[in-house]
Protein backbone atom coordinates (compact mmCIF):
# COMPACT_ATOMS: atom_id res chain seq x y z
CA UNK A 1 0.00 0.00 0.00
CA UNK A 2 1.61 3.19 -0.98
CA UNK A 3 0.35 6.23 0.82
CA UNK A 4 0.47 9.90 -1.24
CA UNK A 5 0.51 13.40 0.15
CA UNK A 6 0.11 16.22 -1.88
CA UNK A 7 1.41 19.85 -1.01
CA UNK A 8 2.26 23.49 -2.55
CA UNK A 9 -0.94 24.61 -4.23
CA UNK A 10 -2.45 28.01 -3.64
CA UNK A 11 -3.16 31.74 -4.91
CA UNK A 12 -1.25 32.83 -7.34
CA UNK A 13 -1.76 35.52 -10.09
CA UNK A 14 -1.99 34.64 -13.98
CA UNK A 15 1.58 33.97 -15.16
CA UNK A 16 3.10 33.16 -11.94
CA UNK A 17 4.59 29.56 -10.66
CA UNK A 18 4.33 27.09 -8.37
CA UNK A 19 5.92 23.77 -7.50
CA UNK A 20 3.65 20.89 -6.05
CA UNK A 21 5.30 17.78 -4.16
CA UNK A 22 3.68 14.73 -3.78
CA UNK A 23 5.48 12.84 -0.78
CA UNK A 24 5.03 9.03 -1.04
CA UNK A 25 5.32 6.36 1.70
CA UNK A 26 4.47 2.66 2.18
CA UNK A 27 5.68 1.34 -0.60
CA UNK A 28 8.35 1.03 -3.17
CA UNK A 29 8.63 4.40 -4.26
CA UNK A 30 11.51 3.74 -6.90
CA UNK A 31 9.79 1.46 -8.83
CA UNK A 32 6.14 3.21 -10.20
CA UNK A 33 5.50 5.71 -12.50
CA UNK A 34 4.14 8.81 -11.19
CA UNK A 35 1.53 11.00 -12.80
CA UNK A 36 -0.05 14.21 -12.16
CA UNK A 37 -3.58 14.96 -12.78
CA UNK A 38 -6.35 17.84 -12.31
CA UNK A 39 -9.90 18.17 -11.78
CA UNK A 40 -11.90 21.45 -12.07
CA UNK A 41 -14.88 22.10 -10.64
CA UNK A 42 -17.69 20.29 -12.46
CA UNK A 43 -15.11 18.32 -14.82
CA UNK A 44 -13.13 14.92 -15.36
CA UNK A 45 -9.93 14.35 -13.87
CA UNK A 46 -7.62 14.92 -16.73
CA UNK A 47 -4.21 13.93 -17.11
CA UNK A 48 -1.06 16.71 -16.71
CA UNK A 49 1.97 14.90 -17.11
CA UNK A 50 3.95 11.23 -16.00
CA UNK A 51 7.18 10.66 -15.19
CA UNK A 52 8.97 6.67 -15.54
CA UNK A 53 9.86 5.20 -12.39
CA UNK A 54 13.45 6.08 -13.46
CA UNK A 55 12.80 9.58 -14.37
CA UNK A 56 14.21 8.93 -17.58
CA UNK A 57 10.64 9.01 -19.61
CA UNK A 58 7.88 11.69 -19.14
CA UNK A 59 4.69 13.29 -21.23
CA UNK A 60 2.94 15.79 -20.92
CA UNK A 61 -0.59 16.85 -21.80
CA UNK A 62 -0.85 19.22 -25.01
CA UNK A 63 -2.27 22.16 -22.75
CA UNK A 64 0.81 22.28 -20.22
CA UNK A 65 3.49 21.18 -22.31
CA UNK A 66 6.24 23.87 -22.36
CA UNK A 67 4.89 25.34 -19.18
CA UNK A 68 4.81 22.30 -16.69
CA UNK A 69 7.87 19.67 -15.86
CA UNK A 70 7.65 17.00 -14.05
CA UNK A 71 10.50 15.38 -11.95
CA UNK A 72 11.03 12.59 -8.86
CA UNK A 73 13.64 12.14 -6.20
CA UNK A 74 13.46 8.79 -5.49
CA UNK A 75 15.99 8.82 -2.89
CA UNK A 76 13.70 11.09 -0.98
CA UNK A 77 10.19 9.26 -2.39
CA UNK A 78 8.85 12.47 -3.93
CA UNK A 79 7.95 13.55 -7.30
CA UNK A 80 7.25 17.08 -7.76
CA UNK A 81 4.89 19.54 -10.48
CA UNK A 82 7.01 23.06 -11.40
CA UNK A 83 4.30 25.43 -13.22
CA UNK A 84 5.44 28.43 -14.95
CA UNK A 85 3.33 30.69 -17.21
CA UNK A 86 0.18 29.70 -14.81
CA UNK A 87 -3.12 30.78 -16.38
CA UNK A 88 -6.66 30.72 -14.68
CA UNK A 89 -7.08 27.78 -16.87
CA UNK A 90 -4.86 25.67 -14.64
CA UNK A 91 -7.30 26.36 -11.97
CA UNK A 92 -8.08 22.87 -10.78
CA UNK A 93 -7.40 20.20 -7.95
CA UNK A 94 -3.92 18.36 -8.31
CA UNK A 95 -3.82 15.05 -7.68
CA UNK A 96 -0.60 12.51 -7.36
CA UNK A 97 -0.75 9.00 -8.08
CA UNK A 98 1.33 5.74 -8.83
CA UNK A 99 0.94 3.02 -11.49
CA UNK A 100 3.04 0.07 -10.62
CA UNK A 101 3.54 -0.37 -14.50
CA UNK A 102 6.52 1.97 -14.12
CA UNK A 103 6.76 3.15 -17.53
CA UNK A 104 5.16 6.73 -19.06
CA UNK A 105 2.99 4.91 -21.36
CA UNK A 106 -0.07 4.84 -19.49
CA UNK A 107 -1.98 7.74 -18.90
CA UNK A 108 -5.41 6.96 -17.93
CA UNK A 109 -6.93 8.02 -14.51
CA UNK A 110 -9.02 4.93 -14.59
CA UNK A 111 -5.80 2.95 -14.53
CA UNK A 112 -3.88 4.27 -11.42
CA UNK A 113 -3.23 1.99 -8.46
CA UNK A 114 -3.07 4.71 -6.01
CA UNK A 115 -4.17 8.45 -5.64
CA UNK A 116 -3.42 11.24 -3.22
CA UNK A 117 -6.12 13.84 -1.89
CA UNK A 118 -5.35 16.23 -3.70
CA UNK A 119 -3.88 19.95 -3.20
CA UNK A 120 -5.63 23.17 -4.46
CA UNK A 121 -4.55 25.84 -7.38
CA UNK A 122 -6.04 28.23 -8.00
CA UNK A 123 -5.10 30.87 -10.32
CA UNK A 124 -6.41 34.61 -10.64
CA UNK A 125 -6.81 36.68 -13.50
Known amino acids: QVQLVESGGGLVQTGGSLRLSCAASGGTFSTYAMGWFRQAPGKERDFVAVISWSGGSTYYAGSVKGRFTISRDNAKNTVYLQMNSLRPEDTAVYYC??????????????????WGKGTLVTVSS
Open 97 to 114: AADHDGSSRRRDAKVMDY
